[in-house]
């Protein structure tokens, strides 16, 4: 069974930067999708970045140009890379792996961007 661990998050000034990861424990086999999702306080999860199997990735607009996934299958760990943050990407992000139809996630890491 996949486990997975956030890592990373924290307080953050407007315009800094910040990596989370998120290792994967368990087999990587069969591993269709990886993403990042967020959910901010009162509001609904949603996917900020997902990448395939063949390194195809998607972006919600908002985070287009300043976040970048990524990831090292020989450390079956998973980045994601944000920077020129904006008080609007607080949030609690979380770390999602679609594998053989089967969702797993994260317990998820706190990102504030806050003066």
């Known amino acids: 069974q996949v486990r997975l661990q956030e890592s990373g998050g924290g307080l953050v000034q407007p315009g800094g930067s910040l990596r989370l990861s998120c290792v994967v424990s368990g087999s990587i086999l069969g591993i269709n999708v990886m993403g990042w999702y967020r959910q901010a306080p009162g509001k609904q999860r949603e996917m900020v970045t997902i990448?395939?199997?063949?390194?195809?990735?998607t972006y919600r607009p908002s985070v287009k140009g300043r976040f970048t996934i990524s990831r090292d299958n020989a450390k079956k760990t998973m980045y994601l890379q944000m920077t020129s943050l904006e008080p609007e990407d607080t949030a609690v992000y979380y770390c999602?792996?679609?594998?053989?139809?089967?969702?797993?996630w994260g317990k998820g890491t706190l990102v504030t961007v806050s003066s």
């Open positions: 999602n792996v679609l594998q053989r139809g089967l969702d797993y």
């Open positions: 990448i395939t199997g063949n390194d195809d990735t």
